[in-house]
């Protein structure tokens, strides 16, 4: 079972509005990852996290995406104005810091534009 | 940049015989990690296999994979596949190059058929 917790499991908004989905990592794992996969189940890397900081994150997310990782709150994810080219099953990950370290996946988000 | 390429998108297999998915990559760097990933039908994906020492054979629940760097290549195979194992493989690496974020290949969906 998963110890990265995700939520909502589904997301459904319209074009244009907010989406907001959360993550609470795994105890103990400071480095969060955000990845969009898509219909073809590609993964995409949207933004990542040790503790509060960013450590990376690509052009989509800098423009019309928001996340943050507050001390002692989930995580989260926020579309500011929604496309339809954000449906997609977003992926939260967690590791361990230092090195090339395995990823722990929650179950992700599933957003549907309509 | 570094990529990494997983040339089938989808293996079909008779169960009970060998399965393999190819995995090959680009990268600069000497010091990098290997990693298998699957998932399952929605569930979330999970590491199946990590290496990064050359020419050593890893093994996990009856998958096996060999890191081979003379010819950039991380192949998962299974001597004998059951119909538990359709699911969704990913190869990813990851180096310094990319601050230990993974690099993913595009995906095998892999379907045992009886």
């Known amino acids: 079972n998963s110890k990265v917790i995700q939520t909502p499991r589904y997301l459904v908004k319209g074009q244009g509005q907010k989406a907001k989905m959360r993550c609470i990592p795994e105890?103990?794992?400071?480095?969060v990852f955000w990845y969009q996969q898509n219909k073809n189940n590609e993964f995409k890397f949207l933004i990542n996290?040790?503790?509060?900081?960013?450590?990376?994150q690509i052009d989509m997310t800098e423009k019309r995406f928001s996340a943050e990782c507050p001390s002692n709150s989930p995580c989260s994810l926020e579309i500011q104005s929604s496309e339809a080219g954000d449906s997609a099953l977003y992926l939260c990950?967690?590791?361990?810091?230092?090195?090339?370290?395995?990823?722990?996946f929650g179950h992700g988000t599933k957003l549907s534009v309509l | 940049g570094d990529s990494v390429t997983q040339t089938e998108g989808l293996v079909t297999v008779t169960e009970g015989l060998p399965v393999k998915l190819n995995c090959t990559y680009q990268t600069t760097y000497l010091t990098i990690a290997f990693f298998w990933y699957v998932q399952y039908l929605n569930e979330a994906p999970q590491v199946l296999l990590k290496s990064s020492t050359d020419n050593k054979r890893t093994e996990h629940q009856g998958f096996h994979a060999t890191l081979h760097k003379s010819s950039s290549s991380f192949h998962l195979q299974k001597s004998s596949a059951q119909l538990s194992d359709s699911a969704l493989y990913y190869c990813?690496?990851?180096?310094?190059?990319?601050?230990?974020?993974?690099?993913w290949g595009s995906g095998t969906k892999l379907i045992i058929k009886p």
């Open positions: 996290f040790q503790n509060q900081e960013v450590l990376q």
């Open positions: 105890k103990g794992h400071p480095v």
């Open positions: 990950a967690s590791s361990l810091a230092g090195g090339p370290e395995r990823l722990f």
């Open positions: 990813a690496l990851s180096d310094r190059s990319s601050n230990y974020q993974l690099i």
